[in-house]
């Protein structure tokens, strides 16, 4: 099974050891440790390289992360490896995993009667829904703009709690720490400005689509 540190630690580069290989039309390699983090949780995958070949998506396998490289010709198991992650793709997914998750926080502050059920953090379609008694949309969007400026502006910090491993959980400043597996800069102030483009209600949800 393959140690997850991107859990556990915010680095971009580190050393693992080969325990697969996987040939066929889309290659892959499993590591010992791994610091890529896979797609899932609303969150895109890493980019990098390891010893020098790209990594053109990682995902999880039954508890294993394959990563898809470009090649594997050069591998051999138990072979040690250097590992390094792409720092300006991994920060760019980050921030809007924090952006989502503090529209989610904020949303459920402004209006109690509503409730955060789903996160999709990709750039260029990135979004936040909620269900519950819904405020309407002007008066959801007159809210939201001031307090996610602040929110950036008081550079709030974003924390891991719990085991990073067993139960592992995020909490941005003072709201409630919430389930997450997802990567995340240490405060908010990288975010510089959080845009929403546009709030939608459809079939009992709230929807705000949003952009960095």
């Not at 390094?84 to 793709?89: F, G, N, T, Y």
């Not at 904020?106 to 059920?117: H, N, R, T, Y």
């Amino acid at each position: 099974m393959t140690e997850k540190l991107y859990l556990s630690e915010r680095a971009t580069t580190g050393r693992a050891k080969i325990c697969a290989i996987k040939s066929g039309e889309n290659s892959s390699v499993c590591l010992t440790t791994s610091l890529f983090h896979p797609q899932g949780g609303g969150q895109k995958a890493d980019r990098g390289t390891i010893e020098g070949i790209a990594v053109l998506h990682v995902v999880h396998n039954n508890g294993e992360i394959d990563h898809y490289v470009e090649n594997i010709d050069s591998f051999t198991l138990g072979q040690e490896v250097e590992i390094v992650v792409d720092e300006q793709w991994r920060l760019l997914n980050s921030k809007y995993h924090s952006a989502g998750h503090l529209i989610a926080a904020l949303g459920e502050k402004l209006f109690p009667g509503i409730q955060a059920v789903a996160g999709h953090h990709w750039p260029g379609e990135a979004r936040v829904e909620f269900t519950g008694d819904l405020p309407d949309t002007k008066q959801f969007q007159e809210a939201m703009i001031p307090a996610l400026a602040e929110a950036i502006q008081a550079d709030l910090p974003v924390r891991i709690c719990g085991d990073p491993f067993k139960n592992r959980s995020i909490s941005i400043g003072d709201f409630p720490a919430v389930p997450c597996g997802g990567t995340h800069p240490e405060r908010l102030g990288v975010l510089e400005k959080v845009e929403i483009s546009k709030i939608k209600i459809k079939q009992g949800k709230l929807r705000v689509s949003y952009s960095l």
